[in-house]
């Protein structure tokens, strides 16, 4: 589970066998202060892959910028690159998505069919630091 934005628009795609697959990257953040008391700040960069639906309604949604909470499981892949040395892409594989954009830039959630709805998160400011109290699940 992650809170981030996305660094680029998102690059919507089809396979040969017409699956809608999804690709782009969100960026979250963490500050904190030092022993020295000074604040410090470290911003990491995650690599996304949405497939069928939720890729076509990220795809139509989401823009660079837009901030998201996605659920999803770690997988790593890799192969050999042109020069024959193995390489190695850890990627976030999503399940859920909820915008967390304000109403009226889009903020929605989307859950696949089968699984019962979250609450939608409340309106705040979600620069501030993360309550565990409100996070609805």
């Known amino acids: ?5 996305l660094t680029r628009d998102p690059e919507l795609k089809n396979t040969p066998s017409g699956q809608s697959v999804v690709s782009f990257s969100v960026a979250t953040g963490t500050t ?3 022993q020295s008391g000074q604040k410090q700040e470290k911003t990491e960069f995650h690599n996304v892959v949405a497939w069928r639906k939720l890729a076509e309604v990220i795809g139509q ?16 892949r890799e192969w050999a ?3 024959g040395v193995k390489k190695y892409r850890t990627e976030i594989i999503v399940d859920n ?15 696949p069919k089968g699984q019962s709805s979250s609450s939608s998160m409340p309106d705040e400011n979600f620069d501030d630091e993360i309550k565990v109290e409100n996070i609805p699940f």
Request: glycine content about 20%; proline content about 0%; hydrophobic content about 30%.
């Open 97 to 111: 998505m909820i915008m967390l954009d304000s109403k009226g830039s889009g903020g929605g959630s989307y859950e």
């Open 1 to 5: 589970m992650i809170i981030g934005r």
């Open 32 to 34: 904190w202060v030092d």
């Open 81 to 83: 690159g042109q020069d």
């Open 61 to 76: 949604y989401l823009k660079k910028g837009s901030k998201v909470y996605l659920e999803g499981k770690l997988q790593t």
